[in-house]
């Protein structure tokens, strides 16, 4: 019974998560990709168009893996890149109050990089299909 609270509780922060990410950044980036290019920061000097296309990615196609509940760690790892630089090199200035829905979301997307998806996840229901995996078809979960 508790093994599937924590199953439910994991579904619940991937679909939260990756929902709101997706709805209040990536969405917007996304649908206004030429507006955005002209008004996003450029943090690492790559240029607009790399920046932007890395934050969408992050911001869409990261959030929609690690509601499939696929490649749910390594689909955290560019998010919780954008989000470290966000915080800490774009926005060093915001206070804790200004940047809480960063850092809340650092701490959801940096706790299912370390947990994985649980078990109500399209990685468990594939590998309840076929036989069992180690190695790095398990770290994709």
């Known amino acids: 019974m508790r093994e599937a609270r924590l199953d439910l509780g994991l579904l619940f922060l991937r679909l939260g998560g990756a929902g709101l ?21 450029d943090p690492l000097h790559l240029g607009a168009w790399p920046t932007l ?10 959030p929609l893996l690690i509601a499939l509940g ?20 774009v926005h060093p200035q915001w206070s804790l109050e200004q940047g809480q829905f ?6 959801l997307f940096g ?17 309840s299909r076929r036989a069992p995996q180690g190695g790095f078809a398990r770290a994709l979960s």
């Open 21 to 41: 990410l997706l709805a209040v950044h990536g969405l917007p980036k996304a649908l206004n990709f030429r507006q955005q290019l002209g008004l996003i920061e």
């Open 53 to 62: 296309a890395f934050a969408v990615f992050a911001e869409v196609l990261c």
């Open 70 to 89: 696929w490649a749910t760690r390594l689909a955290c790892l560019p998010i919780l890149g954008l989000l470290l630089i966000a915080l800490l090199v």
């Open 102 to 107: 960063g850092w809340l979301l650092l701490v």
């Open 111 to 127: 706790t299912l990089a370390l947990t994985g998806p649980g078990r109500y996840s399209l990685a468990a229901w594939l590998a």
